[in-house]
């Protein structure tokens, strides 16, 4: 079994700010666990919430997984431990009822893994992180955050009328993302005004009508008006929204929302497992490979406003994310 594994903070002079995370549990399992950014700045110690959560994560998966009598042929049944892992955390934080409250002060996580029992790889993953398996990428993409990147793409034409600076397009597009339109107007000043603010509105509902026709408006309209800080929590975990999208926050994860896979280990060559900050999968297996993908996309669109889009770009040696990638080639 060869294993090649890399890890990036999204800023490089930062390497103790990865909200990423690896397990490697030769032989039984193998993860890449991805925390979200904070919302608000919380920090629970010391750590930003998304680190925090990934943290806990990953110590969960490796105690659950490492047990002799492991759930290795469960995935809903591991999600429910590290359910119970990050409730025990916020318990130690005097947080559980709050956050059950007011989900922008939860901490969590998305999750690849793969299990190896009784002959089969056993695919779980919550959220967006991903796994190419059999030849085959799986990801759980979030119209969701299509949603949020056609806001910060439109807001960045807008911004461009008055400045080409990279470095301040990045922030005042990301403030926009981040908080949406309906926000004061004043913090965005030069580059944005109400008049602004409410075309960048009528643009980024209009695109994504177009886009995301399954979509109602009026989430449309909620994301767009509220950003991500004020409008994506009411989605979370919700199976019965639209855009409801899966994480590990410490609160039930709904099946419906988790995918499961299980494939034959038999003629299986690779396991590949990434977080969302590759773009693109590698050509062929290996971090030389993936890293390469990387590079293209970054050659090609560094703002992530063009074929790319997201809610983040690469600005001043900062990339617009973490990313982690775990290769697994599994013996002939």
């Known amino acids: 079994m060869l294993i090649e594994a890399f890890t990036q903070a999204k800023d490089p002079s930062a390497p103790q700010a990865n909200e990423d995370r690896l397990v490697i549990l030769p032989g039984l399992a193998f993860a890449v666990i991805d925390g979200a950014t904070a919302r608000n700045g919380s920090r629970y110690d010391g750590m930003l919430s998304g680190q925090y959560a990934a943290v806990t994560v990953k110590a969960a998966l490796e105690r659950i997984l490492s047990a002799p009598d492991a759930p290795l042929g469960d995935g809903l049944a591991i999600v ?18 709050r956050a059950f409250h007011e989900r922008e002060n939860r901490f969590s996580a998305t999750m690849a893994l793969v299990t190896l029992h009784d002959g089969v790889a056993d695919v779980t993953l919550v959220g967006d992180s991903g796994i190419r398996i ?15 990147a056609t806001l910060r793409q439109q807001a960045w034409s807008v911004i461009a009328e008055t400045t080409r600076d990279p470095v301040l397009m990045e922030k005042v597009a990301r403030q926009v993302t981040w908080h949406g339109t309906s926000q004061a107007p004043e913090p965005l000043a030069p580059c944005l005004d109400a008049p602004k603010l ?4 009528a643009l980024a509902v209009a695109a994504n009508e177009r886009r995301l026709p399954h979509v109602p408006r009026k989430d449309i309209e909620t994301l767009v008006r509220g950003g991500i800080v004020n409008a ?5 975990n919700e199976p019965g929204e639209c855009l409801g999208y899966s994480c590990m926050d410490g609160y039930a994860v709904p099946e419906t929302l988790i995918h499961r896979e299980q494939l034959p280990l038999s003629g299986l060559e690779t396991i590949e497992l990434f977080s969302d900050g590759y773009f693109a999968p590698g050509v062929g297996f290996g971090v030389a490979s993936w890293e ?13 406003t063009g074929r790319y889009i997201s809610v983040k770009g690469s600005v001043g040696g900062v990339f617009a994310d973490d990313r982690t990638y775990l290769g697994v080639r599994l013996d002939p």
Do not use: W
Request: charged share 35%; net charge negative; aromatic share 6%.
């Open 134 to 148: 059999g030849g085959k990428v799986v990801q759980v993409e979030k119209d969701l955050d299509l949603i949020t």
């Open 198 to 201: 409410a075309r960048i509105e």
């Open 80 to 97: 429910r431990a590290v359910t119970d892992a990050l409730a025990a955390a916020y318990r130690r934080h005097g947080m559980l009822e």
């Open 292 to 304: 390469e993908a990387f590079a293209d996309v970054e050659r090609e669109d560094p703002s992530k």
């Open 232 to 236: 994506q929590g009411g989605f979370q």
